[in-house]
């Protein structure tokens, strides 16, 4: 499963609502990735929820280190797919973030996302967070 922005929220935050339910998600997953925008976008949401920085940081600083979550590390060209994707929909409120994450889900054929963000069924792709 892709790990989003916000999976990764309610995996750090123990008061996040759906924090027990993504945990479970992560700890069954037989396939974790995710990629470095997801991460920076992770550092800015925990700020901007005023959680612990030192904590957000190591936390962060833990999923690059996991062995067992792939991190994609974005280049030039999936950048590029990713604004291709964004000019293409400019109807959607998709983030560049999310358009990385779509258009490398759809590369390795991934269907799952550990996410609350509906922006990922809008794109065909299962929301593993919902309720």
């Excluded at 994707?85 to 999310?98: G, R």
Aim: negative net charge; charged residues 25%.
């Amino acid at each position: 499963m892709l790990l989003d922005t916000s999976g990764l929220l309610c995996c750090f935050d123990a008061d996040e609502a759906r924090h027990t339910q993504a945990i479970g998600l992560y700890i069954g997953a037989q396939l974790r990735i995710t990629h470095n925008y997801v991460v920076a976008e992770f550092v800015a949401l925990a700020e901007a929820r005023n959680l612990p920085r030192r904590d957000a940081l190591g936390f962060a600083a833990a999923i690059l280190k996991d062995a067992e979550v792939d991190v994609v590390w974005i280049d030039r060209q999936l950048h590029d797919e990713a604004m291709q994707l964004l000019s293409a929909q400019l109807d959607k409120t998709y983030s560049l973030c999310d358009a990385v994450s779509l258009v490398l889900m759809r590369q390795r054929g991934i269907s799952d996302a550990l996410t609350t963000d509906r922006h990922f069924e809008q794109a065909g792709f299962r929301r593993l967070l919902v309720g």
